[in-house]
């Protein structure tokens, strides 16, 4: 992970576009792109948009990803840490016990 997201900032920096990226306009972007994505499941079935639209699909996934890696380099967050956390606290939210198989939230579940 640190790998791709070091390869990122060295693309931006290359460009001169770290002053442009602080975390205000980089939330904003990772926003615009994640409605890129959604883009191209609307007014499809799930199966139809993957048929139609999975180059396009990978591609906005990856800019998703790309400005979730600078939002967390630019604020000083380890992504491999934060996610390992967030899975320990969606455990506790989620025990399989009460959410096997459920789509319930978790404050739905009994």
Do not use: T
Request: hydrophobic share 40%; aromatic share 10%; net charge negative.
């Amino acid at each position: 992970m640190k790998h791709i997201q070091q390869k990122i900032i060295e693309f931006s920096d290359a460009r001169n576009w770290r002053q442009f990226h602080n975390p205000k306009d980089l939330a904003i972007s990772l926003s615009l792109e994640a409605g890129e994505l959604l883009e191209n499941f609307q007014w499809k079935s799930s199966d139809e948009a993957v048929q139609a639209n999975f180059e396009n699909i990978k591609d906005e996934i990856a800019d998703v990803i790309i400005y979730a890696l600078l939002l967390s380099h630019e604020l000083g967050i380890d992504v491999e840490e934060a996610i390992a956390n967030k899975i320990k606290k969606n455990e506790q939210k989620y025990p399989i016990e009460k959410s096997f198989g459920s789509k319930k939230k978790y404050n739905e579940l009994e």
